[in-house]
């Protein structure tokens, strides 16, 4: 009994690196900040400002994640049609990620 609970804990170990390197990790702002700085993201008020052009409305939260490698902001916009928009931007680039198109409810800004 002793052996196969040991084998269990090691099985379960061996496997813990690989659920981590799976988890998106918030980055703090300082550390945004210096991302920023040496160029491998860009800033979030110009990823809004370029993304406010295509769903106009109300930033409500923003975090910037790294997953799998990849920088990410995770931004919650409410429009001006009062829905709820979740949005996955490349950081570097500040390209939509997730959903692949905008949604129904994005109208572009009005100028």
């Known amino acids: 009994m002793k052996i196969a609970l040991s084998l269990c804990l090691w099985?379960?170990?061996?496997h813990l690196?690989?659920?981590l390197a799976n988890q998106k990790i918030e980055i703090q702002h300082y550390e945004a900040q210096t991302l920023v700085n040496s160029g491998q993201i860009l800033s979030l008020d110009?990823?809004?400002?370029?993304?406010?052009?295509m769903c106009h409305g109300k930033l409500i939260d923003a975090h910037l994640y790294q997953d799998q490698g990849n920088w990410r902001y995770?931004?919650?916009?409410?429009?001006?049609?009062?829905?709820?928009v979740e949005l996955l931007l490349d950081a570097r680039t500040g390209q939509l990620a997730?959903?692949?198109?905008l949604p129904?409810?994005?109208?572009?800004?009005?100028?």
């Open 74 to 84: 995770e931004i919650q916009i409410r429009t001006n049609k009062d829905q709820l």
């Open 46 to 53: 110009v990823t809004l400002t370029s993304i406010q052009a």
């Open 11 to 14: 099985a379960a170990m061996l």
């Open 104 to 111: 129904a409810s994005c109208t572009p800004e009005k100028v």
């Open 98 to 101: 997730q959903p692949t198109r």
């Open 17 to 19: 690196p690989a659920a």
